[in-house]
Structure formats: structure tokens, C-alpha cells
């Protein structure tokens, strides 16, 4: 399967080095993230494609979407997204298949809710756009971003066994298995960090961060900070972290996680039954 890396001219903090805007296949062919609304880029896309006959996107923030528009107006393909405000709707399972090139849709929420990756079964190519970077990790920013979404994708992309990952940012990585198992990793290892930083004491994302990212740069605290309440979520989600107000400001601490006396599962705050069994029990009682 032909891949040809565009990059896009929109350097930055999470961008890295820009957008990576992938062409797959050959005459015609699809074009995955089209990144910005730069007419440079776009020309230089239309080139390397040739003939576009599908405009796909992982999701839709601004760094990877804008151009998907105006790139649909040069070459008359069709605009493909989880959301579908652009054109067609994507759907989860959903096979695309253009001459030389077969790729399946994979629905991959965590780092915003309507992101999905596209797998070529054949070549075992991964195209991630943010759910896995070439370089660093993805930023779960909190609410958009979950990261008990994001765990359960990571997994779900493993469980497909590719052989290469095309990101969304950074260079395309040989060993797609062994980057998600680093993924994986380092998620565990930062919740026992911040479980650590709780038992310690801190009870808010901004106490906690210089603990964890000490030698990062100051610059950086404030993303660390959102990475830092992902986690936190995850674990109130999962019973072992509570949040109450002080001064206007949310405060957590550690608790013992409680189990619905129906099914066994977690359960938030102090109730008895998880929300399933909640729902459950007021259907019966109905």
C-alpha cells in the first residue's frame, strides 16, 4: 500500500512539527487529515495524491480538520468523520475500500470522543491521528478528553495487532505493538504517581504536577495539569478518588472503592448501586 507523508506548516507545542496529512493508495487515492486551511499545503497534497477519491478524518479538531473543506472543493471527493458535519458519517467496523487500498474504521475515543483510527488489515498499517503520537504521549484534556475511553482504546488498537503506526504528529513508528504497550505503561505508571501524590497529601491537579513533572518545563505545568485531572476522573469513575468543594475549588482525596450490592462493579460517591442497576431497579419498580 503506497503512504506518502505530507506535513503540514503548523509547528507548535502539541503539534510538534506539524500535522502529518497521509495519502494511501494511488490514482485515486484517500487523504487522511488534511490538517489546516493552507492553500500551500493543500497543493502540496493534491499532488502527492494525484486523483483524491476520499477526504477521511480521524476527528475533528483544528489541527486536523479545517482543510478537509476546501481540499473536498479542489478535488470533488467526499469528506468521511466520525461526526459526518462535512459529508458522510463514518460508522465503527466500516470497511473503505479504493483501488490497492482496503482500510476499516475503528472507533478510538479518549482524546476527544469522535476520534477514530484506520487499520489496513493487509499491511497492518495504523493511522492514529492523536490517539498515538510518533514522538511524546496524546494530551487527555478533561471533559472532552476521558481516559477510561482512552484505555479501552489503546487496548482495542492492540488487539489488532498492526505492524506500523502513521500518527497524527511526529514520525511513523516500526513497532506499532511495543508503542502501545509503552502507552499502556506509562498510563499505569502516572496513576500510581498520582495515587502516590494523594496519599501524600496534595489534593489538587496543580499540587500534584510539580511532583510528577518537576523537570519539565515550566511552560508545559498547565497541560500537565489537565493530564494530571484525567487521571483523577478515572479514578473517581472507579470509586477510589473523591472530589468535594473548598473555597470554590475541587479538592480530592483517596477513598476506598465501593461496590454496587446488585452486580459488584464500582460505584461513585456513597450509593448503594452502580447507574446500570440504578436504572435497572427503577424499570422493575415501575
Known sequence: MRVVR????NPGLRELDGTNTWVVGRWPAAVIDPGPDDAGH????????GRVSLVLLTHDHPDHAPGAAPLAAITGAPVLSARGEEGGHLRDGERLT?????LQVVAAPGHSPDHVVFFGPEDGALFTGDAVLGRGTSLIDPPEGDLVAYLRSLHRMRDLHPRTIHPGHGPVVLDAVGKLDQYLHHRAEREEQVVAALRAGMRTPEEIVPTIYGDHPQELHELAARSVL?????????GRAAKRLRDGIPRWRLQEPRTCERCGRPVQGRGRLCPSCSMAVLQEEA
Request: glycine share 4%.
Open 6 to 9: 505530507v506535513l503540514a506548516p
Open 42 to 49: 493543500l497543493t502540496e497534497v493534491v499532488r502527492a495524491a
Open 98 to 102: 479504493m483501488p490497492g487500498v482496503r
Open 230 to 238: 484525567a487521571h483523577l476522573l478515572k479514578l473517581e469513575t472507579e
